[in-house]
């Protein structure tokens, strides 16, 4: 059985103090989790983060990749860069960035592609508005912001990871139940099914103000493979609780 991934989303939050205080919080308290486990820093703080979470079981991860490979497209940032930089994982389509940058399904699915082509796992973010849930389009909106990562990366669908964030969940204190949230990973797991036979490998991070208190009951799940954190992940002693409940 695959082991749960916490991903810490830092969002725009950090200073070199800061991040060197939150790390080491991390790393002196960690015992042997049972689970994997990244950070997603802004990327202006990937050489700071290299350094501190080398040797240590914390993955490296970014919050954005360009979808083209170099040139010139002032202030982006290549997913071949992320990877001289020890990045593991980056969050491609966070509902932030569809809202605030226009990202559309077509250029997350880009940046997904481009981030496989240089060996850097896209953690692709789906979910709904609340206008999207209460309209009852909940399932068309995921699968077709899924459908789009599918269609573009075919075969190599297997190596991604998947976040359902429901956008109304997402740092509004407000959490999915556990069983709104299994019922919308079970649909996306099916359609992982239908385009790959690998699909039991992928996992599928819920978001949405996860936290020490819900993380537990979302994490235990059968298709709630692991959490995308985004505000519990900035202060150590919630974002160890999150990952001792993912057992
Ligand atoms: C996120 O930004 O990915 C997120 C889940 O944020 P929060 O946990 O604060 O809702």
Not at 80 to 87: D, I, N, S, T
Not at 113 to 124: E, F, H, K, N, S
Not at 125 to 147: F, I, S
Request: charged share 15%; with cysteine; net charge negative.
């Amino acid at each position: 059985m695959k082991k749960k991934l916490i991903a810490g989303n830092w969002k725009m939050n950090g200073s070199f103090a800061a991040n060197e205080a939150l790390v080491n919080g991390l790393l002196t308290n960690l015992g042997t989790p049972a689970c994997e486990m990244a950070l997603c820093v802004p990327s202006i703080y990937l050489a700071q983060m290299q350094a501190l979470l080398v040797g240590s079981e914390i993955d490296l991860g970014a919050q954005d990749v360009s979808q083209h490979e170099g040139g010139a497209f002032t202030g982006e940032i290549s997913g071949a860069m992320l990877k001289e930089f020890g990045v593991r994982y980056v969050l491609v389509g966070h509902s932030e960035r569809r809202q605030y940058h226009f990202e559309t399904d077509a250029l997350v699915a880009a940046k997904a592609q481009r981030a496989l082509a240089c060996g850097v796992t896209p953690i692709v973010c789906v979910g709904e508005t609340l206008t999207e849930r209460e309209a009852g389009m909940t399932e068309e909106v995921v699968k077709r912001q899924l459908a789009a990562v599918i269609h573009a990366n075919g075969h190599c669908i297997s190596e991604i990871v998947v976040a359902y964030e429901p956008v109304w969940a997402i740092g509004t204190g407000k959490t999915a139940s556990a069983e709104q949230a299994q019922q919308v990973h079970a649909v996306l797991r099916a359609q992982l099914k239908a385009a790959s036979a690998q699909a039991d490998r992928i996992h599928i991070l819920y978001g949405g103000s996860m936290n020490a208190a819900n993380a537990a009951q979302l994490l235990a799940q059968a298709d709630i493979d692991g959490g995308l954190v985004g505000g519990a992940s900035l202060k150590a002693p919630d974002f160890l609780s999150i990952i001792a409940s993912a057992l």
